[in-house]
């Protein structure tokens, strides 16, 4: 077994402690309680991305005929089997936009900017939040609960008995898997919105010729754009699947604990997703 997995329970078990301590009896005590407890969070957190990684570089293209197919299937939960929901999602939120900004931009006679209010909102922010929260709602969650499973029944202990690395055989491919997935869905989501976009503006007789909207697609997009698209969607991948597997992996638990560890998995992930996209917001404004 690794040595870097070999600390996981240790630094699971205080903060499984300060989680089940009772409420203190001051508000001072409270809020220390609260600040302390998400810095062994973040502490965790760190070491478990840190062990993470230094898996994926020192076993890169180790057992390969295993992880290979590990990652291929993950891709797939993550990205193949989410399409239609993400396709649905594409169709509603191209529709929103549209119908909140078609009439404000009639009546200010400025139909010109219809694409670029398409790119800033679906392109730039909406489009890779959506597409994250829908992975993090279904894959996400599975992943904290079948890791969290696995690691009450022993199955977990199971794999180091058979001096298989755990990180390497259940986190990484669930980290490249849905690093790729997100990054996918994000691509088909955009194009569904602003094809639908198109559509809906047509419906509502704005005058705009396709030739003109698409322009203006091109126009409003930038290199910028792409790359902080891959970039962000793969962060927001890396984020969900490493606190998932984390929430599910580095603390031991009991079966009746796993649900508790999904809430804090998915509360955790929403936040850091948020932090990262206000992060990249930032730098928008800047570049």
Not at 37 to 61: D, N, S, W
Not at 196 to 220: C, E, I, K, T
Request: with cysteine; glycine share 8%; hydrophobic share 55%.
């Amino acid at each position: 077994m690794e040595q870097g997995t070999a600390n996981l329970p240790e630094l699971s078990q205080r903060r499984t402690v300060l989680w089940r301590a009772p409420m203190p009896p001051s508000f001072a005590s409270f809020i220390g309680r609260k600040l302390l407890r998400f810095i062994v969070t973040v502490q965790g957190l760190g070491a478990f991305a840190l062990i993470t990684l230094g898996v994926m570089v020192t076993k890169f293209g180790a057992a390969s005929r295993v992880i290979h197919p590990l990652v291929r299937a993950h891709l797939s939960r993550s990205g193949v089997r989410l399409l239609p929901m993400v396709m649905f999602v594409s169709v509603a939120l191209g529709l929103v936009v549209i119908g909140q900004t078609v009439s404000l931009l009639q009546r200010a006679n400025t139909t010109q900017f219809l694409g670029t209010v398409m790119v800033t909102v679906v392109v730039r922010e909406l489009g890779p939040l959506l597409t994250a929260l829908i992975v993090l709602s279904r894959t996400g969650t599975a992943n904290v609960i079948e890791l969290g499973t696995a690691r009450a029944l022993g199955e977990v202990e199971g794999l180091e008995a058979l001096g298989i690395d755990p990180v390497h055989y259940l986190v990484v491919p669930r980290v490249i898997g849905m690093a790729l997935g997100i990054f996918s869905l994000t691509v088909y989501l955009i194009l569904g919105a602003l094809l639908s976009g198109y559509l809906w503006a047509f419906l509502q007789d704005v005058p705009l010729r396709p030739g003109d909207y698409f322009a203006q697609l091109a126009h409003s997009l930038r290199a910028l754009d792409f790359i902080a698209l891959a970039l962000k969607t793969s962060l927001f991948g890396i984020i969900i699947a490493t606190v998932t597997c984390y929430h599910g992996l580095a603390q031991p638990l009991r079966l009746e604990e796993v649900s508790g560890a999904t809430i804090r998995a998915v509360g955790q992930s929403v936040i850091l997703c948020m932090l990262l996209d206000a992060l990249f917001i930032v730098v928008y404004l800047v570049a």
